[in-house]
């Protein structure tokens, strides 16, 4: 039988193993300010004062996590608090949520889970506290962290059903890394048992529901989203965010089918990675679509037919300003991203049937009736039209969502809570 400790040396192997590939893709990543050698733990050995380490792998989950640092910054002033993430465009998501002038915040890319560069950041960064924000579980970091008995905490922990099946075919791989973990915060009681049946000893586990609910919002989003609705004039609006390759396509059909209806209607497509800009760019003046670039100062005019916002952590001010809006990644295979951003502006809400990554957020909206669900470009189209053609609908369809918000409001409460007395108390001098 496959023991916890020879499947991590096994997964350990296999990663020297595929050391050349794996270092080759990190050489390649646009580093920023960071030295690539923070991946393998050679980071500064940090002084006497207790730190907070917080993991969020990429910009979803520093997105996610923003409600739970910015509070941890605030109630736990005493700490350094550092913040890992494992990709480029999440360490820019940071360094533009937690500017230096406002936070004490320090930012460092993730070590690969090499046995040696965990052992490594854990012991020069000498965290009281690890936090990792959702799903993720590195078997040689938590191991380094096991045994220099650095509390765990999974934070807005999900666990959809088909990464759980992939998960079952190492579970003992995963057995040994949830072993580490001191406490885990479930989104829904079917993510924290499918945790369990992975390893998690259940009573290390409770369901404290989304961070998400919680996401801040800054009273100037709405301000600003009505600002440029009027700049744009009395046309139709609607927001095309967070889009993947294979669904830009998808989003231009159903806007042609709109304004086949209505020639006036404006889209705002933002693209999820920004390394897409251009192409997405190329893609709408290849379909006849007559274009304005964020990133180039360019402001829609009454030819516009698509404002294209090649540029990062605007999103929220463009929902603000839609009279509907389409969250991407759901479309295709992708897993979906935030729904509860434009519903919490009281924004209607559209989404593809690919969600989950965010299943009981769509389950709870759905519930709600504040969530409209479409199957494909044909599908998307039509209610579109439907949507423009019926405001009162759409006043229902944005009240139903915020007041879903609103309701489920507290998860961060709970984590925070949670965080605090798993927290060792800091010496006295």
Known sequence: MLTPRLARGL?????????????????REHALTNKRAERLGLIAA????????????????????????????????????????????????????????????????????????????TRRLRPRLAIIVETELWPNLLAACDRQRVPVVVANARLSE?????????????????GAVSWLAAKSEADLERFVALGLPRARGDVVGSIKFDLPL?????????????????RFVWVAGSTHDGEDEQVLDAHARLRERDPQALLVLV???????????????????????????????AATSVLLVDTMGELMRFYAAADVAFVGGSLMPIGGHNLLEPAALGV????????????????????????????????????LVALADDPEARRGLG???????????????????????RLPATPTR
Request: glycine share 8%; aromatic share 8%; with cysteine.
């Open 46 to 121: 940090v002084d006497e004062t207790p730190t907070i380490w917080l993991h969020a792998a990429s910009v979803g989950e520093v997105l996610a996590a923003r409600p739970l640092i910015e509070a941890l910054a605030e109630r736990h002033a005493d700490h350094r608090l550092v913040v890992t993430t494992m990709t480029a465009t999440g360490a820019e998501r940071v360094r533009a949520l937690f500017p230096g002038e406002r936070y004490a915040l320090t930012h460092y890319f993730l070590p690969l889970d090499f046995p040696g560069a965990a052992r490594r950041f």
């Open 399 to 421: 009240a139903a969502g915020e007041a879903v918000v609103d309701a489920n409001r507290g998860a961060l409460e709970a984590t925070l809570a949670g965080i605090a007395a």
């Open 162 to 178: 088909k990464a759980f099946q992939g998960y079952r075919r190492v579970r003992a791989l995963l057995h040994g890394a949830l």
């Open 11 to 27: 997964y350990s192997g296999a990663l020297y193993l595929l050391s050349p590939l794996i270092w080759w893709r990190v050489w």
């Open 218 to 234: 800054n009273d100037g989003f709405c301000d600003e989203g009505k600002r440029l609705h009027s700049a744009w004039g009395s």
């Open 271 to 301: 693209p999820r990675h920004p390394q897409r800009f251009a192409a997405v760019a190329e893609l709408c003046v290849a379909r006849g679509e007559r274009i304005a670039r964020r990133s180039q100062g360019e402001t829609p005019d």
């Open 348 to 383: 209607p809400v559209l989404t593809g049937p690919h969600l989950e990554n965010f299943e009981d957020i769509a389950a709870t909206l759905r519930e709600a009736q504040a969530l409209r669900e479409v199957n494909d470009a044909a599908a998307l189209g039509d209610a």
